[in-house]
């Protein structure tokens, strides 16, 4: 693979004029010749990002999405609405599924139950509305190569014993029944220098998540990880215990943000120096060749 381009076009942070931000994550991935996008946000808000930043999305090669909750294809709906030659979706099966967590004060709930919201996958015409309406789903649960070096990593197996995963997602609006959220996937991108993994929320653990790329790729080094580290509500040790794993790894690069949280950002700060950078909407990382 040559030189490898990354554009946030939603993130929860921003600090360029003419952009927003949201609660989400949408990647513009350029990847030698192929353009692809990976998640797309809440909203339609990615889709004005892209404008003011000179992107066009109506010639994407494929759309991949890390997973269902909303904060990461609540924009599907738009790019199909907007554009006519969509591209073809990549993602898990469980992916376009509704799932629920328990409402929080001030939220509204899902009239199903007053004791849970809706995190899921948001189009209202659900899985069959896509299509419908001619759509080209590629559905995954083991890995899947896009594109010539271009992977997503299917199921990640959950050995890490300190990685908790679902404990607060459900697959009912009851909250009785715990989602495992094996619709959790990485993006892999294989270059001359090493692997570029990266995540959506990483609900399946970033050890978990790493040690089933290294499975895939014996022997390759891993030369950055981008995306949601899902630490947001971890303790100090599991932080620590996360980090030091990294460290072991020794990528070149780390690129956080969204769901990672301030503690565990500071503490990769701290830990990898300049090979460390903020996520943030308008932002571009390159990843040159060579």
């Known amino acids: 693979m040559k030189s490898v381009d990354i554009t946030v076009l939603v993130e929860d942070t921003v600090h360029k004029s003419r952009m ?7 990647l513009y991935i350029e990847a030698g010749d192929y353009r692809l996008l990976f998640d797309t946000g809440a909203s339609a808000l990615f889709l004005g990002n892209a404008k003011n930043l000179g992107l066009h999305l109506n010639d994407l090669d494929a759309l991949a999405l890390s997973h269902n909750h909303y904060d990461h294809t609540g924009g ?3 790019l199909f609405d907007l554009y006519s030659g969509v591209p073809s979706i990549f993602a898990h099966p469980k992916a376009f599924n509704q799932t629920y967590a328990k409402a929080e004060a001030g939220r509204e709930t899902s009239p199903d139950s ?3 919201r809706k995190i899921g996958f948001p189009y209202p015409l659900g899985l069959a509305g896509l299509q419908h309406r001619g759509i080209e ?7 899947l190569e896009l594109h010539r070096d271009i992977w997503l990593s299917g ?3 959950r050995k890490c014993p300190f990685e908790k995963v679902g404990e607060k997602f459900f ?3 009851q909250l009785t029944q715990a989602d495992d959220l094996l619709d959790d996937q990485a993006l892999i991108i294989k270059t001359e220098r090493g692997l570029i993994v990266i995540s959506g929320c990483c609900h ?3 050890v978990n998540t790493l040690e089933a790329v290294a499975s895939l790729f014996p022997g390759t080094p891993l030369w950055a990880v981008v995306g949601g580290f899902h630490l947001l509500e971890a303790d100090a040790k599991r932080i620590k215990r996360s980090v030091d794993y990294l460290k072991n790894l020794d990528p070149q690069r780390i690129i956080a943000g969204h769901c990672t949280g301030f503690d565990a950002l500071c ?24």
């Open 171 to 173: 697959l009912d609006p």
């Open 114 to 116: 007053r004791a849970a």
């Open 267 to 290: 503490s990769l700060r701290r830990a990898f120096g300049r090979r460390f950078q903020r996520l943030s909407v308008g932002e571009r990382f390159c990843f040159p060749e060579g």
């Open 155 to 157: 199921e990640v197996p």
């Open 76 to 78: 599907v709906e738009f």
């Open 137 to 143: 789903l590629k559905m995954n649960r083991e890995p």
């Open 20 to 26: 927003r931000a949201e609660h989400g994550l949408s």
């Open 204 to 206: 399946s653990g970033i």
